[in-house]
């Protein structure tokens, strides 16, 4: 399963649907927090997460994911990236970063990619 953190409504609808356009099941989440309430961690082979979010950025998700040992591959997106961020965020073991507007072929060949390993 893919996960998908967004507060963007119009975001995670559109990842869904273009997941399911390809056969890939997914479950969305408005917030980090949400995600790791879920109980899901287990169950997500991918997590796409957007960097700024209300509460807990992704960043911080994935920081606390690390810390309990949590090993999701996990793809950026966001429309406020930097070097630094970007950098940051593959340090800690993040497969993609893409900034928003990005190409959906890109996204799920980074998805793809995070599937198989």
Not at 13 to 24: N, P
């Amino acid at each position: 399963m893919v996960a998908i953190v967004d507060d963007d409504e119009l975001m995670r609808s559109a990842l869904q649907g273009m997941l399911k356009s390809v056969g890939l099941p997914s479950q969305a989440f408005a917030s980090a927090e949400e995600f790791l309430n879920s109980g899901q961690q287990q169950m997500t082979a991918c997590l796409i997460a957007d960097i700024r979010m209300p509460g807990m950025s992704g960043l911080e998700l994935q920081a606390q994911l690390n810390a309990e040992h949590c090993r999701i591959p996990t793809i950026f997106i966001t429309a406020h990236g930097d070097t630094k961020m970007r950098m940051q965020a593959l340090r800690a073991g993040a497969v993609e970063f893409l900034a928003k507007p990005f190409d959906d072929e890109v996204l799920l060949d980074s998805v793809r990619a995070a599937l198989e390993n």
